[in-house]
């Protein structure tokens, strides 16, 4: 069975500092990988996927992820955050084959990430 | 470019009422997915539609139907609600290579 673990139910970070938020999954088979982010009152919002190929992912809103398969980890990191990152940030990790439309999301409890100016 | 939207925004109901909720997905995508967001938790799976049928089912009761029609919008029942199905009902639509995209979900509130 797919799942993934987000260890930090929250992580504080200065403005301007770099900030990282775990995950780590278990899957069978090659993991397809995403992070989202969700403000209040909302929706969740695609940040970014592995696929395959490059160690590192780059995303929107200059986040990236750190794809490590001896680690069974897919960290979110940023090199400075803002305030404006404040939010709830999930991992997840997709069943079935990615050739397929098909496929559910398997979701962390969720990181409450709070940037203090 | 509409994104996926839901409707309604806000639904508040009593123990035992019936329930649906709608959703229209993004402009060329097929698959549907929904999801259960209960306060403080990930979202949860509860089905998958796609050619208007269900491809896919997480742990979740027969009180919980949906359909998919042909325009790939889908409806989320849910029959004889409980307290517990208090919680933020997300759909997101999907086609092939494309990751997940969310609606901003319906809040449903079980009196």
């Known amino acids: 069975a797919q799942s993934v673990a987000q260890p930090e139910d929250q992580v504080n970070v200065a403005e301007g500092n770099p900030l990282t938020v775990k995950c780590t999954y278990s899957v069978s088979g090659n993991p397809y990988l995403f992070w989202y982010v969700q403000y209040p009152n909302r929706g969740l919002q695609f940040l970014l996927k592995?696929?395959?190929?490059?160690?590192l992912v780059k995303g929107s809103y200059g986040f990236e992820a750190e794809f490590n398969k001896s680690q069974t980890s897919f960290h979110l990191k940023k090199p400075s955050a803002l305030v404006s990152d404040s939010a709830l940030y999930f991992c997840a990790v997709r069943d079935l084959d990615r050739g397929s439309t098909l496929g559910r999301l398997y979701f962390g409890r969720g990181t409450q990430l709070t940037v203090w100016p | 470019d509409a994104g996926v939207t839901q409707s309604p925004t806000h639904l508040i109901k009593t123990r035992g009422q019936q329930v649906t909720l709608r959703c229209s997905p993004k402009s060329g995508h097929d698959t549907v997915s929904w999801y259960q967001q209960a306060l403080g938790q990930g979202p949860q799976f509860i089905f998958q539609y796609y050619e208007e049928e269900e491809r896919q089912r997480g742990n979740f009761p027969d009180r919980f139907s949906g359909h998919q029609y042909p325009n790939y919008s889908s409806e989320l029942n849910v029959n004889a609600l409980l307290l517990g199905d208090s919680a933020l009902y997300l759909c997101a639509s999907s086609s092939l290579g494309q990751p997940q995209h969310f609606g901003d979900g319906t809040r449903l509130s079980i009196l």
């Open positions: 592995y696929i395959t190929g490059d160690n």
